[in-house]
């Protein structure tokens, strides 16, 4: 399922986080954040990092200071084609640091989705003390 806007057909996919070229010790604690916020984790590599991000949208990238310093035009280039936060880890953030910026993140990248018409899915972000509402039994 897809929706249309404009002249770009935008695919319909769950909110997602994604990591690109982290490390296994960074990418713990990013899934750790995204688990809290229903949003799913995706990872890239640089090389594969512009297709992913158009594939699936993500609320926010997450990079390394290292990666990030390679071509950081590019990479704040595809964040605001894919209307996605951009959250560059330098070196000590702490496991606090990161979740806060990966949630003010999520919640202005849908602001700017929001903004522009763009959170057309069928997919929520679901916040704390909100429930899914269950199936009805004709939904089943």
Known sequence: MSATTGRTRIANVPP?????????????????????????????TLTDAATVAAER?????????????FDPNEIMLLAR????????????????????RIKVGIARALQRRDDKGLNTGRYTII????????LSSAGR
């Open 81 to 100: 084609d894919v209307q996605s936060s951009l959250v560059v880890l330098e070196d000590g953030t702490t496991a606090t640091e990161l979740e806060g």
């Open 16 to 44: 997602c986080v994604l990591a690109i070229a982290c490390d296994p010790e960074v990418l713990r604690r990013v899934h750790d954040v995204a688990s809290t916020t229903g949003a799913a984790l995706r990872t890239a």
């Open 127 to 134: 916040g704390e003390g909100e429930e899914e509402a269950p």
């Open 57 to 69: 949208r993500p609320l926010v990238m997450v990079i390394e200071e290292a990666v990030y310093a």
